[in-house]
């Protein structure tokens, strides 16, 4: 079992930059996968960034050389950096886990998995 809380969200001016990060308690001997979500007011969740347990990662096309997900080890927070942001970044940002023997490992796809954080709210201005 794992419990997610995520962090780091605020406002940034379009252009700046944010980091969010999210804990990770319970088991932490695990190396999960990981992924981080959006979804914005009046839109469906979208998938944003993943993680495998061997730091391979995935983008969504949105956020391709403006975002970097990472995470050093299993004890470490998982972390989003994102820069050059946009208005239409602007969204309640989720983490989420996956047990690495998964075969949706890297899925953008909120429901692939098993356990799911609370947001944190990113707004930004133009």
Not at 86 to 112: G, H, I, N, Q, V
Request: charged content about 15%; glycine content about 10%.
């Amino acid at each position: 079992q794992v419990h997610l809380v995520a962090s780091g969200g605020g406002s940034v001016q379009s252009g700046g930059s944010l980091r969010l990060s999210c804990v990770a308690s319970g088991d932490t001997h695990t190396r999960y996968c990981m992924g981080w979500f959006r979804q914005a007011p009046g839109k469906e969740r979208e998938g944003v960034a993943a993680i495998d347990s061997y730091g391979v990662t995935a983008y969504a096309e949105s956020v391709k050389g403006r975002f970097t997900i990472s995470q050093d080890n299993a004890k470490s927070p998982l972390l989003l950096q994102m820069n050059a942001m946009k208005p239409e970044d602007t969204a309640m940002y989720y983490c989420a886990a996956l047990p690495p023997s998964s075969a949706d490992c890297l899925s953008l796809r909120f429901y692939d998995y098993h356990y799911r954080g609370q947001g944190t709210q990113v707004t930004v201005s133009s």
